[in-house]
């Protein structure tokens, strides 16, 4: 079992930046790959980053590419998503999870853990 607990989420002007956390527990973090994903009101959740358990192997929603980074610290258990440039379509609830597929094939069903999620609020 793995606990996931997001940090970090908030309100911010277009334009801004938020860096989220998520602090694992439980099992071992360094055997998961780690993601984001979100969740717009409305909307299906989506994939937004993931990055693979050495942290050598990045992936990003074109929605995010250039705009969003995410990284580990594996001595920390710790999972970091830096979001710069957000737009109010970045609005969402973002949920860490953990994944012990490769990075490419990491999707919602693949998921073993997820976090409960934080919530970002962009304004225009």
């Known amino acids: 079992q793995v606990q996931l607990v997001e940090s970090g989420g908030g309100l911010v002007q277009a334009g801004g930046s938020l860096r989220l956390s998520c602090a694992a527990s439980?099992?071992?973090?360094?055997?998961?790959?780690m993601s984001w994903f979100r969740q717009a009101p409305g909307k299906e959740r989506e994939f937004v980053a993931a990055?693979?358990?050495?942290?050598?192997?990045?992936r990003y929603a074109d929605s995010v590419k250039g705009r969003f980074t995410i990284s580990r610290d594996n001595a920390k258990n710790t999972v970091y998503l830096q979001m710069n440039s957000l737009k109010p379509e970045d609005t969402a609830v973002y949920y860490c999870?953990?994944?012990?597929?490769?990075?490419?094939?990491?999707?919602?069903?693949?998921?073993?853990?997820w976090g409960q999620g934080t919530q970002v609020t962009v304004s225009s």
């Open positions: 999870a953990a994944d012990r597929q490769p990075v490419l094939r990491i999707t919602t069903t693949t998921v073993d853990y």
């Open positions: 439980g099992r071992t973090f360094s055997n998961f790959a």
């Open positions: 990055i693979s358990w050495s942290g050598g192997n990045t």
